[in-house]
């Protein structure tokens, strides 16, 4: 059994908010030469724009990167910025409190890792995700998975 899960509802989001910023940025770009105020834009400054709502779009659909991939033997959680490979051993418990955003992996070191792929947005496919981790963490514990090398 595998389990791999993304925010689906905020890629969605991502995706459209970045193509509105980019068609925002392009538009003023375009009718920037045309200003009223005395000031000259030039062509590089119409090309910057566009440029500065690429850069922004990027920065947006970073939102939507995390994913998490588990199976039997271990759990790799990719968040916006820091990425996580555990095996399930250093695992000590899945949680998804009531009202959180997202589940995170309570670790024997007494750490803890949020998991921003499964959320709570996503509603009964967050569920079936954390579900779907319980029991490979459980399945972790029992006394076959204690045989293998």
């Not at 709502?53 to 199976?71: E, H, K, M, N, Q």
Request: proline share 4%.
């Amino acid at each position: 059994m595998t389990v791999t899960a993304y925010p689906r509802r905020t890629r969605q989001v991502c995706v459209a908010m970045a193509i509105l910023i980019v068609a925002g940025f392009a538009v003023i770009g375009a009718l920037l030469k045309q200003s009223t105020a005395g000031t000259a834009f030039a062509t590089s400054d119409q090309f910057a724009m566009v440029g500065l709502g690429l850069v922004i779009a990027v920065g947006v659909l970073s939102l939507a990167r995390p994913r998490v991939y588990a199976d039997a033997e271990r759990i790799r959680i990719r968040n916006i910025v820091v990425s996580h490979d555990l095996r399930w051993q250093v695992v000590e418990s899945v949680h998804y409190p009531d009202g959180a955003a997202w589940p995170y992996l309570e670790l024997y070191d007494d750490e803890t890792v949020a998991i921003l792929a499964i959320q709570a947005v996503d509603k009964e496919r967050a569920v079936e995700a954390v579900r779907g981790l319980q029991a490979l963490h459980e399945a972790s514990r029992s006394p076959r998975a204690a045989e293998r090398p």
